[in-house]
Each structure stands twice: as structure tokens, then as C-alpha cells.
């Protein structure tokens, strides 16, 4: 699932992210490209809080019905541009693969594991988040 985010840059400041269907959720970056990596994991954090509170975060809308939102429209003729961001949040349970590496691969992966404090799953997990939101 998408959400639609809107990306906005003021002078003088970062840009600036916010999502016309996730109240409350925000991100930043000094760049286009980590404005929009950082939007990845502030929606999937803010999710994520939002339903461990026991509350619901409302469904994606589709990109026609974003641009009927009037906040949407005045951004984007103020500059604003929208973009796609994947919602990359925990299904709440983990599920046993097997995958074929090299070796000489998985040493380097524990090895970076290690370095971070996380186990071989937790990193090729965040690998892999990074890898689909980038």
C-alpha cells in the first residue's frame, strides 16, 4: 500500500514532507532524496504507533482523490510536488525463510549485524526496507 505524500520546501529551510491521510505524520531532509527515504520511516513509525495505541489509521487514498483536497491543491501552486511512499510497516508476526548466500556474503552481513547490535534477521530486514523505500 501507497500513501500519497506532499513535499514542500520553504527558503531558508529543509524540505519538508506531510501526508494529506496520515493527521499528524511529518518528516524532513536536507535533500530531496533523504526528505523522501526519511518520509518512509516516519510513516511506517507513525503507523505503527497510531495502531499500537489502539487506534486506526485511515486507508490510502487514491491520487485523484488527494487532488480534491483544498490543502493539497494550495501546496501544489505554491510548488509542491506529491510523491508515492510504501508503507512498510510489521505484519505483527515473523515467518521462517530459507535463502541461499555466499558464504564469504553472510560473514560480511553478520559482521555488519554485529557492528549495529542486531541479529542477521533484524538487519536483512531493515536492509530490505531501505532497499524497497529507496
Known amino acids: 500500500m501507497h500513501y500519497v505524500a506532499v513535499i514542500e520546501k520553504e527558503p531558508d529551510s529543509a524540505f519538508g514532507v506531510w501526508f494529506p491521510d496520515v493527521e499528524g505524520c511529518f518528516s524532513a ?3 530531496v532524496e533523504e526528505a523522501v527515504t526519511h518520509a518512509a520511516a516516519a510513516l511506517r513509525q507513525h503507523v505503527e504507533a497510531v495502531e499500537s495505541a489502539g487506534r ?3 486507508a490510502a487514498r487514491g491520487i485523484d482523490d488527494v487532488l480534491l483536497d483544498k490543502e493539497v491543491t494550495a501546496s501544489l501552486e505554491a510548488g509542491a510536488v506529491l510523491f508515492a511512499v510504501p508503507l512498510l510497516a510489521d505484519a505483527g508476526r515473523t515467518v521462517r525463510i530459507n535463502i541461499s548466500l555466499d558464504k564469504a556474503l553472510v ?3 553478520d559482521a555488519a549485524a ?3 547490535g542486531l541479529t542477521r534477521s533484524a538487519f536483512l530486514a531493515q536492509a530490505a526496507r531501505e532497499k524497497i523505500s529507496g
Do not use: S
Request: no cysteine; net charge negative.
Open 29 to 31: 531532509g536536507e535533500t
Open 114 to 116: 554485529l557492528a549495529r
Open 56 to 58: 486506526h489509521v485511515p
Open 107 to 109: 560473514d560480511q552481513i
